[in-house]
């Protein structure tokens, strides 16, 4: 799509604020099961390789990011997530 959405959410840091604005865009709701953050580079340029796992209604999802920074790739996690979901919605899952 070419569709652009903005939100601004506050939270307890950038990772439950990007957690609370996916949630408002969406309106899929999430409960962040799993976090973690892994260097999938070295060096000072390092790419950060983010891995979410989350519940929505009962189904644990995935969702992976990669970036130089690591908000970016929590982002890109919980979107990736998301598509799952949407996904199973669409397939009757």
Known sequence: DTEHTEEVSA?????????????KITGIKLACKDFQVHSATLG???????TVEVDHNGQT?????????????TVQAILSAV???????????
């Open 11 to 23: 939270g307890d840091g950038p990772i439950d604020a990007a957690f609370w604005a996916t949630e």
């Open 44 to 50: 000072r340029d390092a790419l950060g390789e983010v």
């Open 61 to 73: 999802f995935r969702g992976r990011g990669v970036s130089t920074d690591s908000v970016e790739a």
């Open 83 to 93: 598509n799952r979901i949407a996904l199973a919605k669409q397939s009757g899952e």
